[in-house]
């Protein structure tokens, strides 16, 4: 039978070989390091953490098997982007900054559609960095938080041709904003004529109701938004020949999605200003940083087509990611950063 010490060496090594408890420590160590001294995080946040470290890893993973792919497609080589995608060409000082802050703030990655890893390739440093986007179901997480008046419920729902569908605006008659909505056909209900969004509140009298036309979603279309999720032409390739195929793409999927980010919106549910923290300013300007590195990486990917004139601005070369489980492969022989042992778990 093991000795008491024996024991307790044997659950530190075993702590100690934990990569995502290792990426915890190392995160908010660095975080202290640069911005606040020593950082009192919660339990909670170090699992928030380390749950971080499991989705960028396979983030990191899938980008790596997507750049080779690519690389490998090309007929142009000089197009190819020969930087591994690893832990080792990461910018870890950026990266433990926006972990940090996210978790604080208590998005988990962990979760669908909470918060998505994507790296980009910044060619002044030569290392990715790794951005993250709110889902939607992190933007009403985040509305919720720090909202004035937290809603008690939010319902959402493309509308149909065939469905029916009747706004109740609030007059002198109808005290309470609400609508009347009824599917038709469930199962064959024509085209996407809009949508809309309900926000509900203790007091029935400030309910919201938010309309939406089909007009009103696709100004806020990404301007590249890929015909793999939106639909529409796409470019192939048939031996060295290039063409245009139509794709059906996943539009109501897209729909659905840009009508909750709307709806979740700070302009439709109003901000707390007494309970804005350092780490929800932060989550803004970090959002902002990735607008501007998404427009230039894709103006930059565009740029490898023909009849397209790139603007004199700074390159930055985007790493497409499909967030999803796949088989790991073993990972190439490469010095790994000193937290980092093994896969991660």
């Known amino acids: 039978m093991p000795k008491k010490d024996e024991l307790a060496t044997q659950q530190t090594t075993s702590i100690e070989l934990t990569p995502s408890a290792k990426f915890s420590t190392y ?29 960028i890893d396979r983030s990191l993973k899938t980008a790596e098997e997507n750049r080779i792919k690519k690389n490998e497609s090309n007929t142009n080589k000089a197009y190819n982007n020969d930087l591994a995608i690893s832990w080792n060409t990461v910018n870890m000082k ?48 985040t509305a919720e938080k720090y909202a004035l008046n937290k809603p008690k419920n939010i319902t959402t729902e493309l509308v149909y041709s065939s469905d029916i569908f009747k706004p109740l605006k609030k007059n002198a008659v109808n005290e309470v904003e609400g609508y009347e909505f009824e599917i038709i056909n469930p199962f064959d209900r024509g085209e996407i ?3 809309f969004g309900y926000i509900e509140f ?30 529409g ?18 539009k109501d ?21 007494k309970k804005i923290d350092d780490n929800y300013q932060y989550m803004k300007m970090a959002e902002s940083r990735y607008v501007e590195m998404e427009t230039h990486a ?32 073993k990972p190439t022989e490469s010095k790994q950063p000193s937290w980092v042992e093994g896969d991660a778990k």
Request: hydrophobic share 35%.
């Open 193 to 195: 004529i809009g949508g």
């Open 233 to 250: 032409k796409a470019k192939r390739y048939e031996g060295n020949k290039q063409i245009e195929v139509e794709i059906e793409g996943w």
């Open 298 to 329: 894709l103006i930059e990917e565009q740029a490898n087509t023909e009849e397209f004139i790139v603007p004199e601005i700074p390159k930055v070369e985007v790493v497409k990611v499909e967030v999803v489980e796949k088989a790991e492969k």
């Open 27 to 55: 995160a908010l160590r660095e975080f202290g390091t640069s911005v606040a001294g020593e950082v009192n995080a919660t339990d909670y946040q170090r699992q928030l953490i380390q749950g971080y470290f499991i989705a």
């Open 94 to 141: 950026e990266l433990v900054l926006d972990v940090v802050h996210y978790a604080k703030i208590g998005l988990d990655m962990m979760q669908p559609n909470h918060l998505t890893a994507i790296p980009y390739k910044n060619k002044k440093t030569n290392l990715y960095d790794v951005t993250f986007i709110k889902g939607y179901a992190g933007i009403q997480y």
């Open 253 to 273: 999927e897209m729909y659905m999605k840009t009508l909750k980010r709307f709806v979740y919106s700070d302009k439709n549910i109003e901000i707390d200003p």
């Open 202 to 231: 203790d007091d029935p009298k400030k309910n919201k109701l938010i309309i939406m036309t089909t007009k009103d979603i696709e100004k806020r279309k990404p301007q590249y938004a890929s015909a793999e999720f939106w639909g």
